[in-house]
C-alpha cells in the first residue's frame, strides 16, 4: 500500500470564542493525485490549508508530511507544500514579473545565477516566460494566478494546495491554469484543490471532499459521493452521476 | 528658477488620475504633511509612494529633472552655507541633506497632481475646500472618514497575507525585518488608492456631489 504523501489525523480547532472551526479532520492524499474539497462558504476549507503549511496552530490533532510530523520543521515543510491563497494579488511580493518569483530562491539563500534559473524554468512552465520584466499590477487575474504558481514552484513544491484557484478567471483563463495543473500532476505532483465550481474541474479529480461546518461530510470518487454533494451546500452539475468524467472546461 | 507647480496636466486612464480630485487633493496634503514632519524611517516608504505614484501614472522620469534647480538652491541654503561657520560638519551635512529631501518629495507630489489633475478641476477644489461651510464641510469630514474606515481593514488584511506569503516563500523574519516595509509599501499603497476610487464612485452613484460639475 502507498502511504500517503499528506495526512492529517483528528485535525481540531477551536476559536477563542468556542465555536469549532475544525472538528476531527481525517484525510489523507495519495502521491501524485488530484483531490477536489468541496463545501459552503465558510465550512472552513480556508482554515483547514492554513493549518497543513502552519500559519495556524490546530487545537488537536497532527499533520503528517511523508509520514512525519510536519511541525517537526516547517521550512522543510513549506518547501514541499505550495499554497495558493484565495486572493491573488495578496501573494505577490515584488514589482516585476522575475523579481516575484526570485522572492523564494532568494530567501533560501541559492546564488543569483542559479535562483535566476530556477525563476526563470518556474516561470515557463507556467507560461510567462515573454513577460518576466512586465510589472505585476498590469497582469491578468489568469498571469497573477500563474505567477502565484510560479512562485510555489521555485521552491520545489511537491504538493500543491489551491484555494479557490478559479475565482474570477475567464475561460481562457481557467483552461490555461487547468492544464498546468493537469501538467504538474503528471510529473507526479499532488494537487488538492478548494472549489465549488465542479463543472471546471471534476473530469481530473481522484478524490472529492465535501466539507460541511469544519467537518467531512464525505470522501471518496466522484461518483462515490455524488448524492452527498447538495448537502454540503455545492451545486450539484446538472449531468448524471456515471457522466461525471465530462465534467471540464478543458476542450475535448 | 521654475515653478515646479507649473501646470503641465496630461490625461490618462490611470487610477491616480482616475481617482476624485476631492479624494486626490487631501491625500497630497496629507502626504505633504507627513514628508515634512514624520520620523527619518517614515521618509522611505514616502519616497516609495512617490516612485509608485509616478510609476503608474506613467510620468517620465526625465520631467522630475526640473524639480533638481530649487532643490539645489535649498541644499546650498540648508547644507553648504552653515558649513561655514559650523564645528560638526557632517551633522549639518546630514541635516541640510535631510531637509532637502524632505522638499524634493513635496515638490515631486506637487508635480504628480498637477500632472494628473486637470488645472480647472484642481483649481475648482481647491477653492471649494478652502470655502468650504457648515454642513459640506461635515459631509467632507465624513467621506474622508467612511474613505479610512473602509480602506484601513482591507490594508490591514493585505497586510498579514502578504506577510504570511513571504513566510512561507523562505523569508526569515527574524534575521531580515526590513524586507516587510519593501513588500508592504506599494501593494498597501496600491489598495488605499483603489479603495479611494472606488469609496468616491459608490458615494457619487448614491446622489453624493463630487465637484465635477
Ligand atoms: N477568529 C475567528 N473566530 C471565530 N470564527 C472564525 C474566526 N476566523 C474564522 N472563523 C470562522 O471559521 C469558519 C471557516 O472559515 P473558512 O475556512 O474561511 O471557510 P471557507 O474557506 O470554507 O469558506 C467561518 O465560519 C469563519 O466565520
Ligand atoms: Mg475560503
Known amino acids: 500500500m502507498t502511504t500517503p504523501v499528506l495526512e492529517t489525523v483528528g485535525l481540531v480547532h477551536t476559536f477563542d470564542d468556542g465555536r469549532r472551526g475544525l472538528d476531527h479532520v481525517s484525510i489523507s492524499f495519495l502521491p501524485g493525485t488530484f483531490n477536489i474539497l468541496a463545501g459552503a462558504n465558510g465550512s472552513g476549507k480556508t482554515l483547514f490549508l492554513r493549518h497543513l503549511v502552519g500559519l495556524t496552530v490546530p487545537t488537536e490533532g497532527t499533520i503528517l508530511l511523508n509520514g512525519a510530523p510536519a511541525n517537526k520543521n516547517w521550512n522543510l515543510a513549506r518547501q514541499q507544500m505550495g499554497f495558493l491563497f484565495q486572493d491573488a494579488d495578496a501573494q505577490i511580493l515584488e514589482a516585476t514579473v522575475l523579481e516575484d518569483a526570485l522572492f523564494g530562491p532568494r530567501h533560501q539563500g541559492i546564488p543569483h545565477e542559479k535562483a535566476e534559473k530556477i525563476a526563470k524554468e518556474s516561470l515557463a512552465l507556467c507560461g510567462l516566460d515573454h513577460r518576466e520584466e512586465d510589472l505585476t499590477s498590469l497582469l491578468s487575474g489568469g498571469e497573477k494566478r500563474r505567477l502565484n504558481l510560479a512562485g510555489v514552484l521555485t521552491l520545489g513544491a511537491s504538493i500543491l494546495l489551491l484555494d479557490e484557484p478559479f475565482n474570477g478567471l475567464d475561460q481562457p483563463g481557467v483552461e490555461a491554469f487547468l492544464r498546468i495543473l493537469i501538467d504538474l500532476q503528471r510529473q507526479g505532483r499532488t494537487i488538492v484543490l478548494v472549489t465549488h465550481d465542479l463543472e471546471k474541474c471534476l473530469a481530473h479529480s481522484s478524490s472529492l471532499t465535501l466539507w460541511h461546518e469544519g467537518r467531512i461530510l464525505a470522501t471518496g470518487s466522484p461518483d462515490q459521493v455524488w448524492d452527498e454533494i447538495p448537502r454540503a451546500g455545492v451545486h450539484r452539475p446538472c449531468v448524471g452521476r456515471e457522466n461525471w468524467k465530462e465534467l471540464t472546461w478543458l476542450p475535448r | ?213
Not at chain 2, 528658477?1 to 490611470?14: E, N
Not at chain 2, 516609495?48 to 505614484?53: D, V
Not at chain 2, 473602509?150 to 523569508?171: H, K, M, N, Q, Y
Request: with cysteine.
Open chain 2, 1 to 213: 528658477m521654475a515653478s515646479p507647480l507649473i501646470f503641465h496636466y496630461k490625461p490618462g486612464q490611470d487610477p491616480v488620475r482616475r481617482m476624485p480630485t476631492l479624494i486626490k487633493l487631501p491625500l497630497a496634503v496629507a502626504f505633504a504633511v507627513w514628508a515634512s514632519l514624520c520620523p527619518e524611517w517614515g521618509l522611505f516608504p514616502a519616497f516609495l509612494a512617490i516612485l509608485y505614484a509616478a510609476k503608474i501614472a506613467r510620468i517620465s522620469w526625465i520631467s522630475f529633472l526640473r524639480l533638481l534647480p530649487p532643490l539645489l538652491f535649498l541644499f546650498l541654503v540648508t547644507g553648504i552655507l552653515p558649513l561655514l561657520q559650523a564645528h560638526n560638519f557632517l551633522d549639518v551635512l546630514a541635516d541640510g541633506l535631510l531637509r532637502t529631501f524632505r522638499f524634493g518629495l513635496l515638490l515631486a507630489a506637487g508635480h504628480i497632481l498637477t500632472t494628473t489633475t486637470n488645472p480647472a478641476t484642481l483649481a475648482a477644489t481647491l477653492e471649494k475646500l478652502l470655502t468650504w461651510t457648515g454642513p459640506q464641510a461635515s459631509r467632507t469630514l465624513a467621506t474622508m472618514a467612511s474613505l479610512a474606515l473602509t480602506a484601513v481593514p482591507g490594508i490591514l488584511d493585505r497586510a498579514s497575507a502578504l506577510r504570511e506569503a513571504a513566510l512561507l516563500r523562505g523569508w526569515n523574519s527574524a534575521k531580515k525585518p526590513w524586507i516587510l516595509a519593501k513588500i508592504w509599501t506599494l501593494p498597501l499603497l496600491r489598495v488605499l488608492l483603489e479603495r479611494g476610487v472606488w469609496t468616491a464612485w459608490s458615494l457619487e452613484l448614491r446622489g453624493w456631489r463630487s465637484l465635477k460639475k
